[in-house]
Each structure stands twice: as C-alpha cells, then as structure tokens.
C-alpha cells in the first residue's frame, strides 16, 4: 500500500539548535513531495515542494528539504530553530499519474522549540 | 491562508441536525478539497473535485455530501448520517492545468470546528 510515514510524533530542539523533521514515504513511480506547517486552530500553510532537480529544496521562513531516492526520505530541515517555530508539521505526496490530485498524508509531528 | 475563506470558524449544532460549511476560494483554481482533521489522526479526504459540475468521493465520504455549481466554490454539507461529526474541517484548493505539476500545491482556508452536542 502506497504510504507516507512520519515516524516521530513529536520533535524537541533547544532554540538555535538545527532541526529535522523526518518524513519517509512508500510510493510508485516518481512522486512529488510536499511539507506543510499548521498553527494551533489555523489551516495548512505551505512550506516547499519536490518536483524534480535539485534534490535540496529551499523553502519558506528559512526551511529546507532533502530529497533521498534511494532512501525514499525527504526530511524537513532548518539550521537556526526558532520558538515561533513551534507548530505541526505534515508531510505529503502526490502520485505522479495522470490526473490524479490526491495526497497521501503523513500524520504530522509536533515541533516543539524550547527558548 | 491565501485566497481562500472558510464560514463559519465555529459550528455547533445538535445531533440529527443537517449542516453546511462554506468554501470559497478567489484563486482561479479548478481543483477543491475537503478534508477532515481529528487529533492523531492526520488529514483524511472527504470529497474533491478537479472541475465544475463534478466531483469524487474520499476516502471517508460516508454521512457527507457536496457539490460544485460554481468554480469559486465548494460547500460541504454534513449530514445526519455521519456518526461522529465533531471535528476540525479543512477546505482546500490547487490551480490550473489538471496535471501540471506547478499547479499540485494545495492551498487550505483557515477551517471550520463543528462541535455536535
């Protein structure tokens, strides 16, 4: 079954410490990658995408991910955490096929950024 | 939260009551989405709809309903028939050309808490 695993529910990181939020996923083909972050009682907000190219993708408010084939991983990176950084962090992935919109989820980690 | 407005913020309502959530969006996108969102749970899709005057159950479309008259929008109606509604509800939206990978972000309102008492 085509799966997307974020394998830690929550992540704990002094503020000014690097962080990683890990996401692996179990796809055919060649899929598209996707991290967002969600605010306490807010919607999604996107953060970055993998389509294809450079495996390490530059995203918003200093993220950035890295795309690993053969590892099936594309974790969530940051080198200077930030407490307002602090939220819950999906991971998603889009079959690469037809028309088909839909997105497999992962289930979300919680950041939390100690001061 | 972009261009995309969700109403109410909070719901509550009775058992065996009807309700509707409203999703509008001002994107130009073709392609709405709703989703369901429990603690621990992650996002599980409700319905979608990649076009006007049509749309497609997901994963879990038991006890709702829908439907797409006008590009813009994408009401969401909960019905009495949906066993557990309390939840948070996230209405989502992503644009253009159906396929083109530049246009597979989806973009979320700020949701809809329902609460049945």
């Known amino acids: 079954a085509q799966s997307v695993a974020q394998p830690e529910d929550q992540v704990n990181v002094a503020e000014g410490n690097p962080l990683t939020v890990k996401c692996t996923y179990s796809?055919?083909?060649?899929?598209?990658l996707f991290w967002y972050v969600q605010y306490p009682n807010r919607g999604l907000q996107f953060l970055l995408k993998y389509i294809t190219g450079d495996n390490l993708v530059k995203g918003s408010y200093g993220f950035e991910a890295e795309f690993n084939k053969s590892q099936t991983s594309f974790h969530l990176k940051k080198p200077s955490a930030l407490v307002s950084d602090s939220a819950l962090y999906f991971c998603a992935v889009r079959l690469n096929a037809g028309n088909n919109r839909k997105l497999i989820w992962g289930l979300g980690t919680s950041l939390a950024v100690n001061p | 939260d972009g261009g995309i407005t969700q109403s109410p913020k909070y719901l509550f309502r009775k058992e065996g009551q009807n309700v509707t959530l409203s999703c509008e969006q001002n994107l130009n996108h073709d392609a709405m989405y709703w989703y369901r969102q429990d603690p621990g749970q992650g996002l599980r899709l409700i319905y979608y709809s990649q076009i006007v005057n049509d749309f497609q159950k997901g994963d879990i479309a038991e006890g709702y309903s829908v439907s797409r008259e006008k590009k813009e929008s994408f009401p969401l109606t909960v019905t009495s028939a949906q066993k557990n509604p309390t939840a948070f509800y996230l209405c989502?939206?992503?644009?253009?050309?159906?396929?083109?990978?530049?246009?597979?972000?989806?973009?979320f309102g700020p949701g809809t808490r329902l609460t049945v008492l």
């Open positions: 989502a939206s992503s644009g253009g050309l159906a396929g083109a990978p530049s246009t597979d972000t989806q973009y």
């Open positions: 796809v055919s083909g060649n899929p598209y």
